[in-house]
T-cell receptor
Framework: AQSVAQPEDQVNVAEGNPLTVKCTYSVSGNPYLFWYVQYPNRGLQFLLKYITGDNLVKGSYGFEAEFNKSQTSFHLKKPSALVSDSALYFC????????????FGGGTRLMVKP | ETGVTQTPRHLVMGMTNKKSLKCEQH?????MYWYKQSAKKPLELMFV???????ENNSVPSRFSPECPNSSHLFLHLHTLQPEDSALYLC??????????????FGPGTRLTVL
């Protein structure tokens, strides 16, 4: 079975500071990992994914995520946060060769203050 | 815009009503999904259709009935709902199969309130 944990319900950061949103996963095989963002009254928007290759993945809006196999983590990062980054962030995992079912974490609310 | 549209965006219904949610994708995908998003709960996968065939039903009550007439359209028929069914219902689509390039694209959701 596959599972995802986002240990922080909320992350607060000041504008201009770096941000990290944490995600850990559990799969029995090799993972495909995803980050999505949800703005108020909107659906989820795809940010980035890790499939294979370079452990540092770059995505939309200046976000990046680092895949760490030994720690089974896929933390989302951005060097300099913007107020407009305030939103709900979801990590998701899927085992390769295991169908197209995504398992989502519970979400982390990011609050960026001016 | 993600290429996935949902109508209506907001719906208020009584427990005895029958209504339907509609989802349409313009991305040429062949897998479609219904999710339920409730406050303070993880995203719950309800149904999955691959190539118009239902491949997942995650123990969803029978008062929710999905329909996928073609690979571009997905419906969720609702009847005799309960107040606890109030939530944001999200539709998503992706390429079918288990390849690495089939990230899901989501619609804006339908905010459902059951009185």
């Amino acid at each position: 079975a596959q599972s995802v944990a986002q240990p922080e319900d909320q992350v607060n950061v000041a504008e201009g500071n770096p941000l990290t949103v944490k995600c850990t996963y559990s799969v029995s095989g090799n993972p495909y990992l995803f980050w999505y963002v949800q703005y108020p009254n909107r659906g989820l928007q795809f940010l980035l994914k890790y499939i294979t290759g370079d452990n540092l993945v770059k995505g939309s809006y200046g976000f990046e995520a680092e895949f760490n196999k030994s720690q089974t983590s896929f933390h989302l990062k951005k060097p300099s946060a913007l107020v407009s980054d305030s939103a709900l962030y979801f990590c998701a995992v899927r085992e390769n060769n295991a169908g197209n079912m995504l398992t989502f974490g519970g979400g982390t609310r990011l609050m960026v203050k001016p | 815009e993600t290429g996935v549209t949902q109508t209506p965006r907001h719906l208020v219904m009584g427990m005895t009503n029958k209504k339907s949610l509609k989802c349409e994708q313009h991305l040429g995908h062949n897998a479609m999904y219904w999710y339920k998003q409730s406050a303070k709960k993880p995203l719950e996968l309800m149904f999955v259709y691959n190539f118009k065939e239902q491949t997942e039903n995650n123990s969803v009550p029978s008062r929710f009935s999905p329909e996928c007439p073609n690979s571009s359209h997905l419906f969720l028929h609702l009847h005799t709902l309960q107040p606890e069914d109030s939530a944001l219902y999200l539709c998503a689509s992706s390429q079918g199969g288990d390849g690495p390039y089939n990230e899901q694209f989501f619609g804006p959701g339908t905010r459902l309130t059951v009185l």
